[in-house]
């Protein structure tokens, strides 16, 4: 069974860092599109960065471009988010999402809290 399970949220103070994890398993990760979207209360889910199948192209929202950096590592079906120079706006619950673009076949993990306050 498909499982996409995240991890790494927590309490941060503004400016600290945050590694989050995604650990895929039941589908084959290497074929899939993986994504980060975030959710802040009251607000729409907005895409926070993505990374190809292979890990050779990755595209990130202006609001964290040069803070955030997003990896895979396809031997693990994992797909991290290394969160920098984090900000309170950044306040979110953090989902990863897997595409499999052929048959736009997709799958959402649960989400993991991560809270920017001082």
């Known amino acids: 069974q498909v499982q996409l399970v995240e991890s790494g949220g927590g309490l941060v103070q503004p400016g600290g860092s945050l590694r989050l994890s995604c650990a895929a398993s039941?589908?084959?990760?290497?074929?899939?599109?993986m994504s980060w979207y975030r959710q802040a209360p009251g607000k729409a889910r907005e895409l926070v960065s993505s990374?190809?199948?292979?890990?050779?192209?990755?595209n990130y929202a202006a609001s964290v471009k040069g803070r955030f950096t997003i990896s895979r590592n396809n031997a693990k079906n994992t797909v991290y988010l290394q969160m920098n120079s984090l900000k309170p706006d950044d306040t979110a619950l953090y989902y990863c999402?897997?595409?499999?673009?052929?048959?736009?076949?997709?799958?959402w993990g649960q989400g993991t809290q991560v809270t920017v306050s001082s």
């Open positions: 990374i190809s199948s292979s890990g050779g192209t990755t």
């Open positions: 999402k897997a595409l499999y673009t052929a048959s736009s076949t997709n799958y």
């Open positions: 039941g589908f084959t990760f290497s074929t899939y599109i």
